[in-house]
């Protein structure tokens, strides 16, 4: 069964204090790896796109990262404004599958 | 260029009542895609159309729901008879393409069933 599974469901940083999370995916036939940002009341905002294993993205003080079984997102010196529940999807070229997300705050 | 717009942003209806939710995706976009989000789980996938077609219903369930996205207008996402049960943020997505690119998503339709 196809499956995402993301880690740790909620983490609390201090400001500047760099992390990672998790999303390990099992699906047949991975066509992307994607990562969103949601805000409360608010759809998935669109962070970055993975389609190799040992590809990396940046932008701003994320990291996306991706193997064959999982995919990181590294915080570096995150703000209190970084605070936001970040999902994962993996698209199998029927659908997207969802991780139940990493709910992130960021405290000053 | 406006994005994903759905509407309305809440809607409140009592059991046995319809609710139909609408969804304009962004300019240029064919592709659209309806998702269910439930209080600590993750977005659920419920169907996928183009234009007047149905293309991937899978996560629809079987009674009650429909969805269609005709050629002139918005997409709507219809529930019969509703119950409590599906009281959720329910979450339109488009894109230009099929899959392999980025979904651009709506703000939501909360839906409560008294």
């Known amino acids: 069964e196809d499956q995402v599974t993301q880690s740790p469901e909620a983490l609390r940083l201090q400001e500047g204090e760099s992390s990672s999370l998790n999303c390990s995916y099992t699906?047949?036939?991975?066509?992307?790896l994607f990562w969103y940002r949601q805000d409360p009341g608010k759809g998935p905002e669109f962070l970055f796109t993975?389609?190799?294993a040992g590809e990396e993205k940046e932008k701003e003080r994320l990291k996306a990262t991706l193997t064959k079984k999982e995919s990181f997102l590294h915080i570096t010196a995150p703000k209190p404004e970084d605070s936001a529940t970040y999902l994962c999807?993996?698209?199998?070229?029927?659908?997207?599958?969802f991780g139940t997300g990493t709910s992130l705050t960021v405290i000053p | 260029n406006a994005g994903v717009m759905q509407n309305p942003r809440h809607l409140v209806r009592r059991r046995g009542q319809e609710a139909r939710l609408r969804c304009s995706p962004m300019?240029?976009?064919?592709?659209v895609y309806w998702y269910r989000q439930l209080p600590e789980e993750g977005l659920k996938f419920m169907v996928y159309?183009?234009?007047?077609?149905?293309?991937?219903e899978s996560g629809m369930p079987k009674e009650r729901f429909s969805a269609e996205f005709p050629k002139e207008g918005p997409s709507i996402l219809r529930i019969q008879q509703v119950v409590r049960g599906d009281s959720a943020a329910y979450f339109c997505?488009?894109?230009?393409?099929?899959?392999?690119?980025?979904?651009?998503f709506g703000s939501g339709t909360q839906l409560s069933v008294l």
């Open positions: 699906v047949s036939g991975l066509r992307g």
């Open positions: 993975l389609y190799s």
């Open positions: 300019k240029g976009h064919s592709h």
């Open positions: 997505a488009s894109s230009p393409q099929a899959t392999n690119e980025k979904l651009f």
């Open positions: 999807a993996a698209d199998t070229g029927n659908q997207f599958y």
């Open positions: 159309l183009q234009k007047e077609n149905i293309i991937d």
